[in-house]
């Protein structure tokens, strides 16, 4: 825990708190209340000592200069990343049961799927749902079907693409499963599995601002946002979700995490319950 007050290496002033909130606040979204400047000291304050600023306001002249190693420090040191395989095992049960065949139906002409993952993290939610694909589509090379994986946090999209884990993330999963999308490490990387090229090269990551413009050109047939606006603002959510609903084919699937509701945010979407949404129109 971070030192309070005094006992700390560095002055930590409500005006240099302010000035990190406004500055994280415009580049991400997310707000972060008064009781998170504990966490903004303890995330900073090596970087701080290290990178020879002296001071936090050194720091925040930095930030505001627009001094881009520093700005993608601070952001990437305030995102949270937690995520696993097959979180909130629900969705992918509904996606095997009822997205895919649907969309199986409406696009056996063109066999085209494109597919969103919207604050992907490090890969473990794009991969599940590749893995549920896979699963469920039998002849699924004679579809044409991409996953887009973005973040606005650079390592986390870098892990992501590299698809390379920690053993320990895959323990709950089924041992069929395993064996049949990842790969054991040798030598050195014993701990260590990747997952198969054959789910690689299914999705693309990104690194993308959701609050920034978006480059994509064309619909998505279903995506996944979640766990990820809960520390946006309400006003923020808003305009989210509206440009979700623009970029989003007719009648398909949204996905959010489990704490989040669109209640008063978007009426674009109606609820099919377990924090999943269709599009309305
Ligand atoms: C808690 S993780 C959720 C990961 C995954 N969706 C899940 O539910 O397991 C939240 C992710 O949202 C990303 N994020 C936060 N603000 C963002 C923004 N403005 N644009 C894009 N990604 C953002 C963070 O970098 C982080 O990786």
């Known amino acids: 825990m971070a030192a309070e007050g005094k006992d700390r290496e560095f002055d930590f002033t409500d005006d240099s708190f302010n000035r990190i909130r406004e500055f994280v606040t415009e580049h991400t979204g997310i ?3 008064d009781g998170k400047k504990d966490m903004v000291y303890g995330r900073l304050s090596k970087r701080i000592r290290k990178g020879g600023f002296g001071s936090f306001d050194a720091f925040c002249d930095a930030l505001d200069a627009g001094d881009e190693e520093q700005q993608d420090f601070m952001i990437n040191a305030i995102t949270t990343n937690l995520t696993s ?20 139906k409406q696009k056996r002409q063109h066999k085209r799927i494109r597919i969103w ?11 599940s749902i590749a893995i549920t694909l896979r699963e469920s589509i039998a002849n699924i090379d004679d579809w044409d079907i991409k996953i887009l994986a973005t973040d606005l946090d650079a390592n986390v999209v870098a892990h992501g693409k590299a ?10 999963l089924d041992e069929q499963r395993v064996k049949r999308w990842f790969r054991q490490g040798k030598g050195e990387q014993s701990d260590m599995v990747k997952v198969s090229p054959q789910l690689q090269q299914m999705i693309t990551f ?76």
Not at 85 to 104: A, C, G, K, Q, W
């Open 31 to 33: 707000v972060l209340s």
């Open 85 to 104: 395989f097959f979180r909130e095992n629900h969705h992918f049960e509904y996606l095997s049961d009822t997205v895919i065949p649907e969309l199986m």
């Open 117 to 127: 993952s919207a604050g992907c993290s490090t890969g473990e939610e794009p991969y």
């Open 163 to 172: 698809g390379i884990y920690r053993k320990d993330r895959i323990d709950g």
């Open 206 to 281: 990104k690194r993308l601002n959701l609050l920034h413009q978006w480059p994509m050109k064309g619909q998505f047939d279903f995506m996944f946002c979640r766990n990820v606006v809960i520390y946006f603002d309400k006003d923020t959510q808003r305009v989210l979700f509206d440009r979700y609903a623009d970029i989003l084919a007719p009648q398909t699937h949204l996905f959010i995490g489990h704490s989040e509701t669109l209640y008063k945010v978007s009426d674009r979407f109606d609820s099919l319950g377990k924090t999943i949404y269709r599009k309305n129109s």
